[in-house]
C-alpha cells in the first residue's frame, strides 16, 4: 500500500492528495463508460429483453437448435430436442418491470464495459509496480477481460438455457403449474450468467494465489480427481435431463479451465526459480 501511494508520475513522486484525484479520475471514466452503456441498453428495450434475455425460454433458442442437430447426428432420435418450455412469466409488483429494466440495463453496462474498467484499474495500478512485476502481469486485462466474457457467454448459451429449461418445467405435481415472475427469472438468468463468467476467472485467481505461495501445480493435480467429481456433480445439477451427452458439454469445458490453470500454476512456479 506504501508503494502505491508513494509512486511516482513523470518522474516525481506523488502526494497522498495527488494520489485520491488520479483514483477518483479512474472511477469517474469507468463509472462514465458503465453509464453510458447502460443508458444504449435501456434505451434498446425490445433487444435487450425480447432478442437476448427471454430468447432462453423459447424452443427455438439457438442452443435448443444446435443440441436437437447433436441428437440427430449421433442417432438419438429426439432425446435431446427441446420443443417447447410450457410456464408463462408474470409480473406481480407494480414497479416490478421499471425496476427489472433498470437492472437489466445496469448489468449489460457491467458487462460489455468490463474490459474498459479492468484496463483503468490495471493503470492506476500499474505504475506502482517494479518493472519485473508489469513482466510478470503483462496481458493481465486482455486475459482477464477474454476469461469473463468467455464465461458470460458459455453461461449464456449453455448454463442458462439448460437450467431455464429444466427449473422452468419441473413439477413436484401434476396439480401444480409453473407461473414464474420476471424478476425470477431475469434474476436467474443474470445470476447465472454473471457467475459463470466469474468461475471463468479461476486461471487469474489461481495466478495470483500461486504467486504469493497458496497454491502449486502439485496441489491441484493432487486432487484432480476430486475436482472431477465436482465438476460432474455440478454438471449433472444444471442440466435438464439425466443423458450423459448434455452433462459432458458443460463438464468438458470446466475440466479444460482447471487444466489450464494447472498450466498457469506450473508457468508462475518455472518463472520463479528462472529468475
Excluded at 513523470?10 to 494520489?19: A, C, D, T, V, Y
Excluded at 432420435?77 to 409488483?93: A, E, K, Q, V, Y
Excluded at 513482466?135 to 453461461?155: D, N
Aim: aromatic share 12%; with cysteine.
Amino acid at each position: 500500500m506504501a508503494r502505491l501511494f508513494g509512486r511516482e508520475k513523470e518522474g516525481k513522486e506523488m502526494s497522498f492528495l495527488q494520489h485520491l484525484e488520479e483514483l477518483r479520475w479512474h472511477l469517474v471514466r469507468s463509472v462514465s463508460a458503465i453509464t453510458i452503456i447502460a443508458v444504449a441498453a435501456f434505451l434498446n428495450k425490445e433487444i435487450l429483453f425480447d432478442h437476448i434475455l427471454l430468447a432462453p425460454k423459447n424452443a427455438s433458442f439457438i442452443t435448443y437448435r444446435w443440441l436437437c442437430n447433436l441428437s440427430h447426428n449421433l442417432n438419438l432420435g429426439d432425446r435431446l430436442c427441446i420443443d417447447s418450455i410450457p410456464f408463462n412469466l408474470i409480473s406481480t409488483d407494480l414497479s416490478a418491470q421499471f425496476t427489472t429494466h433498470m437492472w437489466v440495463a445496469f448489468i449489460s453496462g457491467l458487462i460489455i464495459a468490463s474490459p474498459y474498467v479492468l484496463w483503468e484499474a490495471w493503470s492506476f495500478i500499474k505504475p506502482a509496480l517494479y518493472e519485473k512485476e508489469r513482466s510478470y502481469a503483462r496481458g493481465i486485462v486482455f486475459y482477464t477481460s477474454a476469461l469473463f466474457l468467455t464465461g458470460v457467454l458459455f453461461g449464456y448459451y449453455v448454463i442458462t438455457p439448460m437450467s431455464v429449461n429444466f427449473l422452468g418445467t419441473y413439477q413436484v405435481s401434476a396439480e401444480v403449474k409453473n407461473t414464474i415472475t420476471l424478476a425470477s427469472f431475469i434474476s436467474t438468468v443474470t445470476t447465472l450468467t454473471l457467475l459463470t463468467g466469474l468461475i471463468f476467472e479461476l486461471p487469474i485467481v489461481i495466478y495470483f494465489l500461486t504467486k504469493i505461495g497458496l497454491m502449486s501445480p502439485a496441489f491441484m493435480k493432487a486432487y484432480r480427481k476430486h475436482a472431477v467429481v465436482v465438476i460432474l456433480i455440478l454438471s449433472a445439477l444444471i442440466t435438464p435431463t439425466s443423458d450423459a451427452t448434455t452433462m459432458i458439454l458443460v463438464a468438458v469445458p470446466l475440466y479444460v479451465l482447471y487444466e489450464l490453470s494447472i498450466i498457469v500454476s506450473a508457468r508462475v512456479i518455472r518463472n520463479k526459480s528462472e529468475g
